[in-house]
């Protein structure tokens, strides 16, 4: 099955904002549409573009109003370079991703409780 994946991937020219979107799912698992659109650097409607045709290759699946890589290519994905990231690149990702809707989307699906216990782990690195 991983073969097969790798496969399909490798017949598929994805362009660089679909190559950041994949990038940021497979290193960070789900994200919201508006962190997707963050990461693309593109306007909302290309960003959407994207996305549908990443979700209409079935390499994505939305689950709510989140995105995620397909189980089934996972694994391939994580393989496959054009995915991997320079350390500058990653560096970026990571500050988009925080100065994006994260927060506000994660507060919304966790208690006050768990917002003070992560805020005392973060002050305390």
């Known amino acids: 099955k991983g073969r097969r ?4 991937l490798r017949r598929i020219e994805f362009s660089d904002a679909e190559g950041m979107i994949l990038a940021g799912l497979k290193d960070l698992i789900v994200l919201d549409f508006a962190t997707l659109h963050d990461l693309a650097q593109t306007g909302v409607e290309a960003a959407g573009r994207y996305l549908a045709r990443l979700i209409d290759f079935h390499i994505v699946e939305g689950r709510g109003d989140t995105y995620q890589i397909s189980p089934p290519l996972r694994a391939a994905i994580g393989r496959d370079a054009r995915f991997t990231l320079t350390d500058e ?4 990702m990571l500050k988009t991703v925080s100065n994006s809707s994260i927060p506000s989307f994660l ?3 966790l208690t006050q409780n768990d917002i003070g216990m992560l805020c005392r782990v973060i002050s305390i690195r």
């Open 5 to 8: 994946g790798a496969e399909f």
């Open 89 to 92: 690149r990653r560096r970026w």
């Open 107 to 109: 507060s919304q699906r």
